[in-house]
């Protein structure tokens, strides 16, 4: 089986699922080695990159963008990495009305939202046992809004935004732009992990979770009024432009766009370069940080413009 074989059978049993009503499939790990080893055949060698930790041993696919790209980003957004098979009924969610900030400067204002966050009866109903409700965290007079989707593990047990792999990496990616994590804004796009019934991994937020916090993230970008905004993957994509069921993040990553009166950059989320790890998905996310970087007028070194190059 040559590797566009393999990701063509991969892609129609995820069609084939979705017809049937799954939102999402689990796979193996073994599945995962297994097909990664099909498409990496004869793939060249990988090299280092700035983004990545020099002791990993993980064996992830190279080069396979190029080759197949529409195909891999598809399999990527449909399985999303690691995903459920089947959840048990979605809980109703009531329309969230526009959230009316009190008068105060940022300071208050934040905390003010965040305990309306912290203490919101869904919110704390949607929880994982041993669960937090997430709420943004950083430089209230951010220049750069960083959006994620929704909280991973590390993230619901730590009660803060991008901790664990996904958030080491986001951190490195801003530190290459010579940011610190202390002087940006980060947030995501719902304030709990999505619940699902494996002992492991993450699902998808639903629409209708997905609206109902949106209100919550738009009073977080009123009060930190950012220059740009960076939405981190489809997700966070669709709740910030609007859902589009026709929308590839292939076609908006790297463009300019608006949101909520704010120029934003579309781009992959770290958890999409943890699992695809190659020179080339790299460097399309470092040259929107490019572009983000250009658009703030901050200075760029020949260093920084040759990363992955």
């Not at 084939?16 to 790990?29: F, K, S």
């Not at 530190?175 to 709990?192: D, F, H, K, Q, T």
């Not at 934003?264 to 943890?274: A, D, E, G, I």
């Amino acid at each position: 089986m040559n590797p566009r074989q393999a990701t063509l059978a991969v892609l129609e049993e995820l069609r084939r699922r979705r017809t049937e009503g799954h939102r999402a499939v689990y796979l193996e790990n073994q599945t995962l080695e297994a097909l990664s080893g099909v498409l990496s055949e004869n793939s060249p060698e990988r090299g280092k990159s700035e983004f990545s930790s020099h002791d990993s041993s993980r064996e992830v696919l190279s080069g396979v963008e190029e080759k197949l790209p529409h195909l891999v980003e598809e399999v990527e957004e449909a399985s999303q990495i690691v995903a459920f098979e089947k959840v048990g009924k979605v809980n109703d969610f009531p329309v969230s009305a526009p959230i009316e900030l009190p008068q105060g400067d940022k300071s208050n204002q934040w905390q003010w939202l965040r305990e309306k966050v912290l203490s919101c009866e869904i919110c704390n109903r949607e929880l994982n046992p041993q669960g937090k409700v997430v709420f943004g965290s950083g430089n209230l007079d951010a220049q750069i809004f960083f959006c994620g989707e929704a909280p991973g593990a590390d993230e619901e047990i730590m009660g803060e935004p991008f901790v664990g792999p996904a958030g080491d990496l986001l951190q490195r990616i801003i530190e290459a732009m010579g940011l610190s994590r202390e002087s940006v804004y980060l947030g995501n796009i719902l304030n709990w992990r999505p619940r699902h019934n494996q002992s492991f991994g993450n699902r998808p937020p639903s629409l209708a979770e997905t609206s109902f916090c949106l209100p919550y993230l738009k009073a977080q970008v009123e009060i930190v009024r950012p220059r740009v905004l960076v939405a981190l993957g489809k997700t966070a994509t669709d709740g910030l432009l609007g859902h589009d069921p026709k929308r590839r993040l292939s076609d908006c990553r790297g463009k300019w766009t608006e949101a909520l009166g704010t120029p934003m950059m579309v781009t992959y989320h770290p958890s999409y370069l943890l699992h695809n790890p190659s020179r080339s998905s790299k460097r399309k996310v470092w040259e929107d940080m490019l572009l983000v970087m250009e658009k703030l007028g901050m200075e760029i070194s020949e260093k920084q413009r040759s990363f992955f190059s």
